[in-house]
């Protein structure tokens, strides 16, 4: 049987919670400061739609915006930048390249040596923390 895209969508809305799957799915933003937060610690943050490693924990930090912050996403993420015009505004748009969920924005004011901020929605994560 050959899936379909509605077959897909069904699957992500069992899959994820409502808001995951706003954000994820429907390119939603979550509520700045709505996010609780992840466990203290290395890991590596994955897509909550197909779990592919996006970012490192240490490549976190505190931005003060309301949503989680990166300076960069892992050397071999499938991360897809791509320009968004939506809202009136001129962006990149951050989407996971395994399975298209959109996970936040990414803007050239960021502190560490990239410059760059990676403004990803929590929910659009889940937080792998390093064993051992
Ligand atoms: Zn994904």
């Given at each position: 049987?050959?899936?379909t895209?509605?077959d897909?969508?069904?699957?992500?809305?069992?899959?994820?919670?409502?808001?995951?799957?706003a954000?994820?799915?429907q390119?939603?933003?979550?509520p700045?400061?709505?996010?609780?937060?992840?466990?203290?610690?290395?890991?590596?943050?994955?897509?909550?739609?197909?779990?592919?490693p996006?970012f490192?924990?240490?490549?976190?930090?505190e931005?003060?915006?309301?949503?989680?912050?990166?300076?960069?996403?892992?050397p071999?993420a499938?991360?897809?930048?791509?320009?968004?015009?939506?809202?009136?505004?001129?962006?990149?748009?951050v989407?996971?390249?395994?399975?298209?969920?959109?996970?936040?924005?990414?803007?050239?004011?960021?502190?560490?040596?990239?410059?760059?901020?990676?403004c990803?929605?929590g929910v659009?994560?889940?937080?792998?923390?390093?064993?051992?």
């Amino acid at each position: 049987m050959t899936q379909t895209p509605k077959d897909r969508d069904s699957a992500w809305r069992a899959k994820l919670s409502p808001l995951a799957y706003a954000v994820t799915r429907q390119a939603a933003t979550e509520p700045p400061f709505s996010h609780a937060g992840f466990a203290p610690g290395a890991g590596t943050f994955a897509c909550v739609c197909c779990g592919a490693p996006l970012f490192a924990a240490d490549a976190k930090f505190e931005s003060g915006c309301g949503w989680p912050a990166f300076s960069a996403p892992l050397p071999d993420a499938p991360v897809h930048e791509m320009r968004d015009t939506s809202h009136g505004m001129i962006r990149t748009e951050v989407r996971c390249a395994a399975c298209a969920a959109h996970l936040g924005h990414v803007f050239d004011d960021g502190p560490g040596p990239t410059g760059l901020r990676y403004c990803i929605n929590g929910v659009a994560l889940d937080f792998k923390p390093d064993k051992g």
